[in-house]
């Protein structure tokens, strides 16, 4: 598969404010390895190959172990993540499916997010899946390969 066209010249400002993004996430505190995890399962919803190989590349790099990159799109059955990993992850596949649920984000996976996380981790986190759909949305729509 070919790229329809980059963004990186024609939308410079809407990249950079994107960046900008995620640079606030990254510096957020919350644990990169969540982040990445996040991202991952975010991107395998959505259907992005080009930030399914990037996000998980990224975590191997940065120590995730094989069995939890292997079965984050199987988490609620699988026995390697924690609560708080599995609130997070509750949290950004609800939201990144908002339009299957009337009532958008149900109050039990938010009130459960809230249980685990304060205010301004839960912001981070919620700032994170929408950045990652946007992204998700920006590479599916300009059809990015995944690279090598």
């Given at each position: 598969?070919?790229?329809?066209m980059?963004?990186?010249?024609?939308?410079?400002?809407?990249?950079?404010?994107?960046?900008a993004?995620?640079?606030?996430?990254?510096?957020?505190?919350?644990?990169?390895?969540?982040l990445d995890?996040?991202?991952?399962?975010?991107?395998?919803?959505?259907?992005?190959?080009?930030?399914?190989?990037?996000?998980?590349?990224?975590?191997?790099?940065a120590?995730?172990?094989d069995?939890?990159?292997?079965?984050?799109?199987?988490?609620?059955?699988?026995?390697?993540?924690?609560?708080?990993e599995?609130?997070?992850l509750?949290?950004?596949?609800?939201?990144?499916?908002?339009?299957?649920?009337?009532?958008?984000?149900?109050?039990?996976?938010?009130?459960?997010?809230?249980?685990?996380?304060?205010?301004?981790?839960?912001?981070?986190?919620?700032?994170?899946?929408?950045?990652?759909?946007?992204?998700?949305?920006?590479?599916?729509?300009?059809r990015?390969?995944?690279?090598?």
């Amino acid at each position: 598969m070919q790229a329809r066209m980059s963004v990186l010249k024609p939308a410079a400002d809407g990249y950079k404010a994107m960046l900008a993004l995620e640079a606030y996430i990254n510096a957020s505190g919350v644990p990169h390895r969540l982040l990445d995890l996040i991202r991952l399962r975010v991107s395998q919803i959505n259907g992005c190959a080009y930030c399914v190989n990037m996000h998980a590349r990224d975590a191997k790099k940065a120590g995730e172990t094989d069995e939890r990159l292997w079965s984050v799109a199987a988490w609620r059955e699988s026995p390697f993540y924690t609560d708080e990993e599995r609130a997070a992850l509750a949290l950004a596949e609800a939201a990144t499916r908002i339009g299957d649920n009337p009532d958008g984000v149900p109050d039990d996976v938010w009130n459960d997010a809230a249980d685990h996380y304060d205010e301004e981790s839960l912001a981070a986190l919620v700032m994170t899946i929408a950045a990652i759909n946007a992204w998700n949305r920006i590479n599916v729509t300009l059809r990015n390969p995944a690279s090598n």
